[in-house]
């Protein structure tokens, strides 16, 4: 079955940009989405068909899929920014979640 | 603006069933999105469950077989979840979501989604 793999965790310090992969058989031919989740609340999307940004996400989000990678960056990461990143994509009628990275902004 | 709310039990015994609905609020079934189910585990990532169109099309996960039957209801605006013989290995927060638009070319991922609710599979 098709998988996502995404690294646990990634740290940053503030100000600098940090960079989420996630890693899957072809990944580069499906369309990949992101999800920001924050602890006691429901996820958000903070990037679509791969670099599309959906109304009200800062533009320091940034989102590219090539190969087998996908890649969230996020510049000038701000402390608002640490929480747990999934990625998404579409195989086989079945939607598939990475299994997240935990962002530490310190 | 859209408002998704999901409602059910917060406890179910082992080999019982789980019966979520999700109410829909500001917006239509109609509307051409995907009504989407996702639950995350204690301490584990997010996992999708499934997805129903307003013609009634499905699509389940088929990490869990044939446990899971997605339903909706457009006369009352809500859709709904069923998974049976639920073990602990269930708990998790339960979300719906909506699935902006159709794939490939027009989906914009899951942008709205419910507060969540806790089930818990204990005797």
């Known amino acids: 079955s098709f998988e996502l793999t995404q690294p646990p965790s990634v740290s940053v310090s503030p100000g600098q940009t940090a960079s989420i992969t996630c890693s899957g058989d072809k990944l580069g031919d499906k369309y990949v989405c992101w999800y920001q989740l924050k602890p006691g609340q429901s996820p958000v999307v903070v990037m679509y068909q791969d670099n599309k940004r959906p109304s009200g996400i800062p533009e320091r989000f940034s989102g590219s899929n090539s190969g087998s990678t996908a890649t969230l960056t996020i510049s000038e990461t701000q402390a608002v920014d640490e929480a747990d990143y999934f990625c998404q994509a579409w195989d086989s009628k079945t939607e598939v979640f990475g299994g997240g990275t935990k962002l530490t902004v310190l | 603006q859209v408002k998704l709310q999901e409602s059910g039990p917060g406890l179910v015994k082992p080999s019982g069933t789980l019966s979520l609905t999700c109410a829909v609020s500001g917006g239509s079934l109609s509307s051409s999105n995907w009504w989407t189910w996702v639950r995350q585990p204690p301490g584990k990532g997010l996992e999708w469950i499934g997805e129903i169109y307003h013609s009634g099309t499905t699509n389940n996960n088929p990490s869990l077989k044939s446990r899971v039957t997605i339903s909706i209801d457009k006369s009352e605006n809500q859709f709904s979840l069923k998974l049976t013989s639920m073990t602990a290995a269930d708990t998790a927060v339960y979300y719906c979501?909506?699935?902006?638009?159709?794939?490939?070319?027009?989906?914009?991922?899951?942008?709205?989604w419910g507060q969540g609710t806790t089930v818990t599979v204990s005797s």
């Open positions: 979501a909506r699935g902006k638009g159709t794939r490939p070319y027009y989906y914009s991922g899951l942008d709205v």
